[in-house]
């Protein structure tokens, strides 16, 4: 993790995502948008209710999604619509981010140093160095870091070189605001505190608490995701409270970062391969006799 800063690290920081206070309003988007200087996407309509954005990508770092389902908001009949109309409806919403995992396949396999942990615990992309060789892409289980396929704002001087970005983009959990003590531009904007940011041992507290009171209330399936430390990532940076599974939302049930078997692996093909050597050199050795 961050302990590498020695004095200057700083307690591990992140966001606690509540969907069930979501009202979709994307203020979190256009403020990410706006704070990075993100380029705009998602104006073309997709026909998933709202949801113009599709994906968390290069270019759209905070993404809300929209499920409407057929089902009560509560399991006590409750819906989620007018009293007069009898049938149940819910909206389900969620603002998707990277989940800065605890254990990041994306900055194991990063082969520049492009991809570091910060001394908040989080994981950022330092442009000037990424290469956009892509090799992070496949690693990440979420499917969150892309390249950007844009024209560069800084084109290379040497004119063979592509004039394409193609380097890695994902939230950064707004590094350069944490710096300053200030909290994350989505965050900041969330009309409804539905994106928490803070300690995120703290955030697991306040998580805990808040699925007790709407398990209490009979909410209609409440569970944290990514809050769990021995999950296949070791827990998430960003986690959620979801109303319903995973996939719902378009998030793998049991996220493993691709790395996670890498030292065990590393072990075996250095065993086998001293055991090779041993073998070469004792059938020279039994040849010289």
Excluded at 11 to 34: N, Y
Excluded at 46 to 56: E, I, K, P
Excluded at 64 to 80: H, M, N, S, Y
Excluded at 103 to 128: I, K, M, N, W, Y
Aim: charged share 25%; with cysteine.
């Amino acid at each position: 993790m961050s302990s590498t800063y020695g004095a200057d690290v700083k307690p591990r920081m992140g966001f606690f995502t509540d969907t069930s206070v979501c009202i979709g309003c994307k203020a979190c988007e256009v403020a990410c948008k706006e704070w990075n200087l993100v380029p705009e996407d998602g104006l073309e309509w997709t026909g998933h209710s709202y949801d113009n954005t599709g994906s968390l990508n290069a270019n759209t770092w905070r993404h809300v999604a929209f499920i409407e389902q057929d089902k009560p908001l509560r399991l006590d009949g409750e819906t989620a619509t007018a009293s007069a109309d009898p049938e149940p409806l819910r909206w389900l919403m969620e603002s998707d981010v990277c989940k800065h995992c605890t254990h990041a396949g994306c900055l194991d396999v990063c082969p520049t140093g492009s991809l570091f942990r910060t001394e908040f615990g989080t994981v950022v992309v330092q442009q000037d160095i990424c290469n956009g060789c892509g090799y992070c892409i496949p690693a990440c289980p979420f499917g969150v870091i892309d390249r950007r396929e844009l024209p560069r704002a800084d084109p290379p001087a040497i004119p063979l070189l592509s004039d394409k970005d193609g380097r890695a983009q994902k939230c950064t959990l707004c590094y350069d605001r944490l710096k300053g003590g200030h909290e994350p531009a989505c965050a900041k904007a969330c009309p409804t505190d539905s994106i928490q940011f803070g300690e995120v041992d703290e955030l697991r507290e306040r998580a805990e608490q808040r699925l007790a009171k709407l398990e209490a209330q009979n909410w209609n399936g409440p569970r944290l995701y990514g809050h769990d430390t021995e999950d296949g990532v070791g827990g998430f940076g960003a986690f959620f409270l979801l109303l319903d599974e995973p996939e719902v939302y378009g998030l793998p049930p049991d996220p493993v970062v691709p790395t996670k078997h890498l030292p065990r692996l590393w072990k075996v093909t250095a065993l086998a391969a001293t055991m090779m050597f041993a073998g070469i050199a004792a059938a020279f050795a039994g040849g010289a006799e």
